[in-house]
């Protein structure tokens, strides 16, 4: 048996903490609030303990919130396993602010949920493909590059506004001599990101421009999931307010 890392994160407040990993399924195995607060769940065979900061605040790495990588075999079905026990607690998927999970596309290799003291617990897919490349692919040019580079700040930075301005200047820079596949890929992607930062004109707009492409039935069919995305997203961040969103049967 080979070496096993136990990841220590700080909590303020243990009780809360401890709630909020309960709901997305881990049992609590160790729960103590004096003489000082330390707790320690497990879920899946993996263990994440929680301690208390030094009062006064003069422990300086305690009070910065850190990132844990849990490494699963099927990221997509844990994403969907947190969603459904977020939704039926509270009624709706927390995406904003702390206690909250980050969103999941197909394809996409990881997540994260972040705790109610602004901890990140990365969920990763074991053997995730090591294509990250900081800039868009070597292999790549053009708009392609653009839409390969607004992918990582998208998905592993998830910084949204960092991807929407990649691709907005991207389009400006390589729209016009870009193949028709990839503007529709770019209006897609930025109608999604203007879902996720709650921007719904513009993200009204983009699907406009993703219209406006007139792409034939294969082009759509080869498309189809990233078309998607915007009108998927809104789905999950409020499924009743996304049915108007779907197309009718």
Known sequence: MGDTAV????????????????????????EQHKPYAYGALRAYDCDIHY??????????????????LVMV???????????AALRERYGKVPAKGLGR???????QSRFSA???????????????????????????SGLAKVLDNARILRDFKDDDKAAERALEAGLRRHG???????????Y????????????????????????ALSLTESERAELATELAAA????????????EHLRPSE
């Open 7 to 30: 990841p220590v994160l700080s909590t303020h407040d243990l009780a809360r903490t401890l709630d909020f990993w309960r709901t997305l399924g881990y049992t609590v195995t160790h």
């Open 73 to 83: 075999d099927d990221v997509a079905s844990r994403h969907r396993d947190f969603t």
């Open 101 to 107: 999970i980050t969103r999941f596309r197909p394809g």
């Open 114 to 140: 972040i705790d109610p003291d602004g901890n990140w617990v990365t969920y990763i897919q074991a053997g995730e493909p090591d294509d990250v490349e900081y800039g868009g692919s070597a292999e790549l």
């Open 51 to 68: 301690y208390a900061p030094p009062a006064g605040g003069h422990d300086r790495q305690a009070q910065e919130t850190t990132t844990c």
């Open 176 to 186: 016009a001599d870009a193949r028709r596949t990839d503007r529709a890929r770019a």
């Open 188 to 211: 897609a992607a930025l109608a999604e990101l203007a879902v996720a930062l709650e921007n719904p004109a513009k993200a009204d707009a983009r699907r406009a421009d993703l219209a």
């Open 231 to 242: 009108d998927d997203l809104a789905a999950w961040l409020d499924p009743i307010a996304g």
